[in-house]
């Protein structure tokens, strides 16, 4: 059975900003690109840094650690094909960035 989770108010984020959200057992990673907003794994591929408190430019964020970058529409990891981090389709349900875990 899915389960579906309202990460944070849509107010709370601003275009460009990041945000690092704990739920569920898991730490997610939610950006403000331009408006849309993207979900994507929170614990870094290379040695678990915060990508939920990483530089935003654009589609690419920075993890604050070691400066891995990753595509966060997608997940994938900017240098390496192999690496992708989860990404989930966002919907808005009542003002809030909402997303489904199967
Ligand atoms: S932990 Fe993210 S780049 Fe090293």
Not at 39 to 51: E, K, Q, R, S
Not at 67 to 72: A, F, K, L, P, T
């Amino acid at each position: 059975m899915s389960t579906r989770i309202q990460l944070l108010a849509v107010e709370s984020l601003t275009p460009g900003e990041t945000a690092e959200v704990v739920a569920e057992g898991r730490i997610f990673a939610v950006y403000n690109v331009d408006g849309e907003f993207r979900v994507i794994d929170g614990i870094c591929a290379h040695a678990g840094g915060p990508l939920g408190k990483g530089t935003l430019d654009g589609n690419i964020v920075t993890c604050p650690w070691h400066g891995w970058q990753y595509d966060v529409e997608s997940g994938q990891n900017c240098l390496t094909e192999s690496i992708c981090q989860t990404s989930w389709p966002v919907e808005i349900e009542n003002g809030h960035v909402t997303i489904e875990l199967p």
